[in-house]
């Protein structure tokens, strides 16, 4: 079924549906309702991309793939943290800190990179 592209779409269409569906189901259930969106369609994607790595690739690329996701979410924590903070400390419009913390993230997910290999 995976051997052909339409059939990758396919496969990611029906698994991440499904892993989507239920992780919707665990963010109607967590409580406060602020952590639903930890619940949201991120880890679901990334569960079924990994799976279809394993089933294409093997165990060895999709290790690979998982730290580079790991990596990628440190990077996206330090952003928001820093957005955050400058919005909360400068009081000032919603567009900049977002920008700046952007590009100190991808310094950090550059570094975190650089430093692992």
């Known amino acids: 079924m995976l051997s052909s592209p339409a059939g990758e779409l396919v496969a990611r269409f029906l698994i991440g549906g499904i892993i989507v569906s239920l992780f919707a189901v665990i963010a109607e259930m967590v409580r406060p309702k602020s952590f639903a969106g930890l619940f949201g369609a991120a880890p679901s994607i990334a569960l079924t ?21 790991i990596l990628g979410a440190i990077a996206f924590f330090l ?27 991808g310094r950090v997910a550059g570094i975190l990179v650089f430093v692992r290999h």
């Open 79 to 105: 952003y928001a943290a820093a957005a955050s903070w400058l919005l909360i400390r400068y009081k000032t419009r919603a567009l900049r800190p977002p920008l700046g913390s952007t590009v100190m993230a």
């Open 49 to 69: 991309t990994l799976g279809i790595a394993i089933i294409q690739h093997g165990k060895d690329y999709a290790a690979f793939e998982a730290r580079s996701m």
